[in-house]
């Protein structure tokens, strides 16, 4: 048994800073569980003068913008990859594996797009490659899937991963401030960058729900599977009437697996406010999941951070030492189980709130009523207001479960009807779905 393993660290940004930081405050905790020492021997910069949260030398890690400083040092066994980016860090993670080093990333980007191909490169040479901290920052949920229902069926994944939608989704909800105001303020707090379309988008939640639903249902999910809609056409109209409808509109991931086939999704939806999902506000996370013999559980926490995710970064080094000491590395990868089949839209199945104008006149939402009925869809509650325009009614409908196939059916055939000016929103409702 090694009395010390060395970390070779890429990049030094807030979660790096982090890693080095916890490191050394817990020296004593990690030799007691681990029987040898923990060390940050050197770390990869773009700039070794640039003021960091942690002095770097003060903790004996050594900077250098030479990444074969760090992946080429034959005294280095641990990589962790916090830098970032995509095809950078790839090629760095590659030759790490070739080096014989295990590696540990918190790169949810990297992992979505190319996460068989590095497990295939661990694998093949005998190194262990972990990720925990890619999706939802500090909450163990990866281990707790892989581990935690190895002898499960998980059937379904619900999850708010990103906490940049959810802190503007709940100041939109609680303070009934625009989507404008809310994203400005998240900017202004740094849950939000300048540029916010990877969150605000959805990309960032897709990436981490193909991440998810790989594990849970031991499948390849590629990010061009999940089905993906943004936050930013949403309205504080529709937050008001789902409030007063009994839910509460969230950033949903949703994957699901029948045995056979796999969808995956990441849309604006209304949740129940009887669900737990419901209650998770401002920049937390949380992922739902309904296993076959647990039933349903939670995982909840901070998404996002820079001691969170550093934290998650240093469960999973804990993890590789063990392996190392062990002898057990490289043994973790097992091909999917299941070939990949998506389900189609006629066996996608879900209740939904629509919002739109009609005309206000006798008979008209009796015709409404029989178009939806020609699609088998009937509506579980209906609420009608005043609209601006003249002689126009607001309605708004949530209906009984239906395939999204005849929904989209049905909306195609209600926005060519004379009597309905426009259809303004459109969701799944969550929580609430009979069986």
Request: hydrophobic share 40%.
């Amino acid at each position: 048994m090694k009395n010390m393993v060395s970390i070779g660290l890429l990049g030094v940004g807030v979660v790096g800073s982090g890693v080095i930081s916890l490191i050394e405050q817990h020296q004593a905790k990690l030799a007691h569980q681990l029987g040898c020492n923990v060390h940050v021997k050197s770390a990869l910069v773009r700039n070794p003068n640039k003021t960091r949260d942690v002095d770097a030398a003060t903790n004996g890690t050594v900077l250098t913008t030479n990444p074969d400083d760090v992946l080429n040092d034959p005294e280095i066994d641990v990589i962790v990859e916090v830098m970032g980016g995509i095809e950078e860090a790839r090629e760095a993670i590659l030759k790490a594996f070739e080096a014989k080093k295990h590696v540990v990333t918190a790169n949810k980007d990297l992992v979505a797009l190319y996460g068989a191909e590095l497990h295939e490169a661990a694998a093949r040479n005998k190194c262990d490659f972990y990720y925990e901290a890619s999706v939802a920052g500090g909450i163990p949920i990866l281990r707790g899937i892989t581990d935690g229902f190895a002898s499960d069926h998980i059937e379904q994944l619900l999850g708010i991963v990103n906490g940049t939608t959810n802190y503007i989704l709940t100041k939109m909800h609680h303070e009934s401030v625009s989507y404008e105001d809310a994203l400005k303020e998240a900017q202004e707090l740094g849950f939000a960058e300048a540029d916010p379309a990877a969150d605000v988008e959805g990309l960032d939640a897709a990436r981490k729900m193909a991440i998810l639903g790989r594990l849970a249902f031991s499948t390849y999910i590629d990010l061009e599977d999940v089905d993906v809609t943004g936050i930013e056409g949403i309205e504080l109209e529709d937050l008001q009437h789902g409030d007063n409808l009994g839910f509460t509109m969230k950033l949903i991931g949703f994957a699901k697996f029948d045995g056979k086939q796999v969808e995956v999704n990441v849309e604006p939806a209304l949740i129940s406010k009887d669900h737990p999902l419901a209650d998770v506000k401002n920049e937390y996370n949380a992922v739902y999941v309904y296993g076959e013999a647990i039933g349903e559980a939670m995982f909840y926490g901070a998404g996002a951070g820079s001691m969170p995710t550093a934290a998650a970064v240093i469960s999973d080094v804990v993890t590789v030492i063990k392996n190392m000491h062990r002898g057990v590395t490289g043994s973790q990868f097992v091909e999917p189980r299941f070939k990949k089949e998506l389900k189609p839209v006629d066996q996608r199945f879900g209740q939904y709130y629509i919002r739109f104008h009609a005309k206000d006149e006798a008979g008209v939402f009796s015709r409404i009523s029989s178009l939806f009925n020609e699609f088998d869809i009937s509506f579980k509650q209906i609420l009608q207001n005043p609209s601006k325009e003249a002689d126009t009614a607001e309605i708004v409908v949530i209906t009984h479960r239906s395939s999204l196939e005849k929904m989209q059916q049905a909306l195609g055939a209600l926005n060519k009807l004379d009597e309905v000016p426009d259809i303004k929103s459109f969701y799944k409702v969550e929580g609430d779905a009979e069986a």
